[in-house]
């Protein structure tokens, strides 16, 4: 991956991507005593980082390819940013393999989209392998969600934005599942600001990126605990493993009820609504699991796909009971 690459992604990516928000959050920097931002992915189109990718991979493939027909594998947020492609460049065929515990809030958004949605399988995994099969047997192209280099490059346009609205920054805290976001922005802030941290965040029932850089190869599938991060969830691939290996300073990661409360500190904060795959670079940041994210400090909440019923049961696990005498979130 090279600096080049993502460039190129922006210029091919630009007319169907949004240039999404940096802001600093005085609320935010005050408690974890470092100068944070906010990159808000949360804002752009279908509530995801997730069409720079799926965007730069399709416009990528030749007249021909795209007449046979695309499929992905998702837990919901890369069939959304694939939709969101198929329809932008005009592809007629999508078939999305979605696992079936995906978040309401993404089926729902879906449904708007011309493509066909099959929920099955109880993890990303099986519904990546229905996909790979699909794609074998009916000759559409594969779209992964993160181990592909157009895919990565697509997701590196976000670091671009990072560093030219924030040349000085000092650490960017990404949330890491697969490894495209934060390959891509890794290549991006180390070209630009070699001194900079880039750390990465799993949750603890997903710790494939962390475990994956101490055994120095990438896991994947990996065998996961049950996490409401569903985008985090699984293993970490191989392209992006190579690409992180030799950018990525730390991966560090972060509990349940820390998902939720960080969910909860950013309502508070800066009434922004994030899901809990999204949240999980603030969490580590607030709650002190990622101690090197000093000085200016971006945090890139990735994605804000959270629905009412979901939103619910974190703020009751977050928020303190009425007259408990504990400090709020």
Same mark, same amino acid.
């Given at each position: ?6 460039? +190129? ?22 408690? =974890? ?27 990528? $493939?030749?007249?021909? &390819? ?5 499929? +992905? ?31 309401? =809030?993404?089926?729902?958004? @879906? ?7 099959? @929920? ?6 099986? =519904? ?35 560093? &030219? ?5 000092? +650490? ?7 490894? +495209? ?16 941290? %880039? ?18 190869? =990438? @896991? ?11 985008? @985090? ?32 500190? $950013? ?14 670079? $603030? ?16 945090? %890139? ?11 619910? &049961?974190? $703020? ?14």
């Amino acid at each position: 991956m090279t600096l080049e690459e993502l460039h +190129a992604a922006r210029e091919r990516t630009r007319p169907h991507v949004l240039q999404t928000p940096l802001v600093r959050s005085a609320a935010l920097s005050a408690r =974890a005593g470092a100068e944070v931002w906010l990159k808000l992915e949360c804002r752009q189109h279908t509530g995801c980082f997730k069409p720079r990718g799926a965007v730069n991979k399709i416009a990528s $493939l030749s007249g021909a &390819e795209r007449a046979r027909g695309v499929v +992905a594998a998702s837990a919901g947020n890369h069939a959304l940013g694939v939709a969101h492609a198929c329809r932008a460049l005009g592809v007629g065929r999508a078939d999305l393999f979605v696992q079936a515990d995906a978040a309401p =809030a993404k089926v729902r958004k @879906l449904s708007g989209y011309p493509v066909r949605v099959h @929920l099955l399988g109880a993890t990303y995994e099986e =519904a990546q392998q229905a996909a790979l099969a699909h794609a074998r047997a009916t000759g559409a192209v594969f779209v992964s969600s993160y181990d592909d280099l157009a895919v990565i490059a697509g997701a590196g346009t976000c670091g671009l934005e990072i560093v &030219e609205d924030l040349p000085e920054l000092d +650490a960017v805290v990404v949330p890491v599942g697969g490894g +495209a976001l934060i390959s891509g922005i890794a290549t991006a802030v180390k070209a630009a600001r070699p001194g900079a941290r %880039v750390i990465g965040v799993n949750p603890a029932a997903s710790s494939s990126a962390l475990r994956s850089l101490s055994e120095g190869r =990438a @896991l994947d599938p990996f065998e996961h605990g049950p996490t409401r991060a569903h985008g @985090l969830a699984g293993g970490f691939g191989r392209v992006p493993f190579e690409i992180a290996r030799r950018l990525v300073d730390e991966v560090v990661l972060v509990s349940e009820e820390e998902l939720a409360r960080g969910i909860a500190a $950013l309502i508070d904060a800066e009434q922004m609504l994030a899901e809990a795959s999204g949240i999980a670079a $603030l969490a580590a940041v607030l709650f002190g699991k990622a101690p090197a994210a000093r000085g200016r400090v971006v945090v %890139v909440i990735s994605g804000g796909n959270i629905d009412a019923a979901t939103l619910r &049961e974190v $703020l009751e696990e977050a928020m303190p009971p009425s007259g408990s005498g504990e400090p709020p979130v």
